[in-house]
C-alpha cells in the first residue's frame, strides 16, 4: 500500500516545512485570541479552526489544553434576555490545565472545566464539569473518573 505522502510526492522535509508552518500560524491565532481579551495559558494548542467568541463575557482557558478542530466556545447567550429580562447574556467559561476537547465540541457560557479532563468529540457542555473526567454527550455527561492514570508527556 502506498503511504499517502509518497501519492502526493511530499518529502520529508516538506511535512516538516508544513508542520513548522502549521505551529507558526497557530501561534499566531493565540495571539490574535489574546488581544481579543481571551486569557490563555501556557503550551496550549488551539486548531485554526476553533471558534471564540466572547462579544460579550469572557473566556479563561488554563496551560497545556488542546482545542481541536471545529470547537466554539461561547460565553454569552443572546436568548437569555428573552427568557428571563434581568439576564443580560453576559457569562464566563473556564477551562482548567491540561484539558483536552474533542473535535466538534461546544462549550456555553458559564461552564467550567476542571483540570486534567477530556471532552468527547460532539459534546455541547452546559454544566461544570469537574476535574480529572471523561465527559462526552449532548448534554455532556461525566462517563469515567481518570484519577490516577499516568499522564501522556
Sequence with gaps: MMHIDKFLGISKFGRILIHHVGNCLRWLK???L????IHIGDDCMISLRAKFDTRRGEIIVGDRCTITYGCMIVSHDASAMHIHPADDGEGVVR???NVYIGVGSIILRNVSIGDNSVIGAGSVVIRNIPANVVAAGNPAKVLKNIDGLQ???
Design 95 to 97: 477551562i482548567g490545565n
Design 151 to 153: 499522564k501522556i508527556k
Design 34 to 37: 489574546r488581544t481579543l481579551g
Design 30 to 32: 493565540i495571539s490574535y
